[in-house]
T-cell receptor, first 112, second 112 residues
Framework: EPEVTQTPSHQVTQMGQEVILRCVPI?????FYWYRQILGQKVEFLVS????????KSEIFDDQFSVERPDGSNFTLKIRSTKLEDSAMYFC??????????FGSGTRLTVV | QQPVQSPQAVILREGEDAVINCSSS?????VHWYRQKHGEAPVFLMI?????EQKGHEKISASFNEKKQQSSLYLTASQLSYSGTYFC?????????????FGTGTRLTIIP
């Protein structure tokens, strides 16, 4: 069964550093998403991406965040200057023409 | 607006039944149910698309009342493996890139 792959599985970074979280969506999917989950809390929507541009973004997705699909397969989330409160599990998801969303296994980001 | 789930947490003995409810203030096109184990990605259980439709997955089934904007997840004869946090995800339409909005979550603990 096709999978969404995320790397790295765990990243530790110092406050103020830039991080890039990587995702390889399912190859024939068209719609891509980033979500985050602070430990023990709800899964929050960050951004959706379609046709090489952002479709929708949440209040969380401020100027520190950016997404891109540089080579037609990878889908990346960049956090320019990380803060302690950015520590969370980040999930990538993709969707095709059907109704289902497929989630990756997540990247645990720890900002120290 | 985030869908509200009830109860927030429930503890069951193995073999008992549970019902988890998901209620939205917005009109819904689809409801998606996920189960998440600690530290892992949400795992898809099922999608409900039509009002009043029920679907099943092993001993887990769900209903969707489109008019009331509510869905319920039914777990019968619960097994230890059912432990985890259950999230409903809702989408107001199927315009392709519609985001999934996750509910508040219900933590289910099954004890032997």
């Amino acid at each position: 069964e096709p999978e969404v792959t995320q790397t790295p599985s765990h990243q530790v970074t110092q406050m103020g550093q830039e991080v890039i979280l990587r995702c390889v969506p399912i190859s024939n999917h068209l719609y891509f998403y980033w979500y985050r989950q602070i430990l023990g809390q709800k899964v929050e929507f960050l951004v959706s991406f379609y046709n090489n541009e952002i479709s929708e973004k949440s209040e969380i997705f401020d100027d520190q965040f950016s997404v891109e699909r540089p080579d037609g397969s990878n889908f990346t989330l960049k956090i320019r200057s990380t803060k302690l409160e950015d520590s969370a599990m980040y999930f990538c998801a993709s969707k095709g023409t059907g109704y289902g969303y497929t989630f990756g296994s997540g990247t645990r980001l720890t900002v120290v | 607006q985030q869908p509200v789930q009830s109860p927030q947490a429930v503890i069951l003995r193995e073999g008992e039944d549970a019902v988890i409810n998901c209620s939205s203030s917005k009109a819904l096109y689809s409801v998606h149910w996920y189960r998440q184990k600690h530290g892992e990605a949400p795992v898809f259980l099922m999608i409900l698309l039509k009002g009043g439709e029920q679907k099943g997955h092993e001993k887990i089934s769900a209903s969707f009342n489109e008019k009331k904007q509510q869905s319920s997840l039914y777990l019968t004869a619960s097994q230890l493996s059912y432990s985890g946090t259950y999230f409903c995800g809702t989408a107001p339409a199927n315009f392709g890139n519609e985001k999934l909005t996750f509910g508040t979550g219900t933590r289910l603990t099954i004890i032997p």
